[in-house]
């Protein structure tokens, strides 16, 4: 009942973010030590670069989280069904009358 073609890979957060995650912190850390009073194209550098980093792993949560709102949905519908199943053979079983 899986249609998605990453259904039944583990949600490995830690090794989609960890790099960009590692990229980020270094960066943010060259920010933070700025020296505003002087030149230092370097820091500036850092700051796109934290930028970039931020922006993919967002899309990085987007994409886990639009995978993980298909999965929820496939299992909400499998449960309507199996609800549907049961609450048809309860009407039978009413239908029929006592045995």
């Known amino acids: 009942m ?3 073609s990453t259904s039944g890979q583990p949600y490995d957060v830690y090794a989609k973010l ?9 960066a943010l850390g060259q920010w933070e030590r700025r020296d505003d009073s002087k030149p230092q194209p ?18 990085e949560l987007h994409a886990m989280r639009s ?20 609450l048809a053979g309860r009407q039978e079983e009413d239908t029929a009358g006592p045995r």
């Open 2 to 4: 899986n249609d998605s």
């Open 18 to 26: 960890e790099d960009p995650m590692g990229v980020l912190s270094i």
């Open 42 to 59: 370097e820091v500036r550098r850092a700051a796109n670069k934290a930028m970039d980093a931020i922006d993919t792993m967002l899309g």
């Open 67 to 86: 995978r993980f709102v298909g999965e929820i949905r496939q299992a909400d519908d499998a449960t309507a069904a199996r609800v549907d199943a049961l």
